[in-house]
């Protein structure tokens, strides 16, 4: 059995809920990702901050990226996975929320991140095809 910990991308590096898109968008760029957590003062998941969501939810209505918070963009509670979670249960969650990329959590402590290629790396043929397919539909 695959679990989380044995796929996931290690020491996700979080934009604090306080600092701005711009910044949030610098660290993408430095880092080569398309996704940040999200992070509180107290250390907590707060979401997800993606590339689209700067473009469609910042730029593309006219705001300031220096001036919108990364936490202003966090929708709900975060949709994680723990890290000892198996390969199943990653693309239950994956689909059931529509979601590519899953936090990887161990206890209440931040250890990763899961991506959609990840786990498609980890699965036989026919399975990759069926994730690919969930996350593609609306």
């Known amino acids: ?15 604090g809920a306080e600092e701005s ?3 949030a968008a610098r660290k993408m760029t ?6 940040l957590p999200i992070c509180g003062t107290d250390n907590k998941l707060k ?7 700067i473009v469609v939810k910042v730029l593309g209505q006219g705001k300031d990226p220096a001036e919108v918070k990364a936490g202003e963009l ?11 979670d198996d390969t199943a249960e990653i693309l239950r969650t994956m689909t059931e929320h529509k979601v590519r990329r899953l936090p990887v959590i161990d206890g ?20 990759v095809g ?9």
């Open 30 to 35: 430095e880092l080569g990702v398309g996704a």
């Open 130 to 138: 069926d994730l690919v397919q969930a996350l593609s539909t609306d």
């Open 47 to 53: 979401g997800m901050l993606t590339d689209r969501d």
């Open 21 to 23: 898109v711009l910044e």
């Open 1 to 15: 059995m695959t679990t989380a910990r044995e796929i996931m991308t290690p020491d996700a590096t979080c934009i």
């Open 74 to 84: 966090a929708q709900g509670e975060a949709v994680t996975i723990g890290a000892d």
């Open 108 to 127: 209440h402590t931040l250890v990763g991140i899961v991506a959609q290629a990840d786990v498609a790396r980890s699965l036989p043929d026919p399975q």
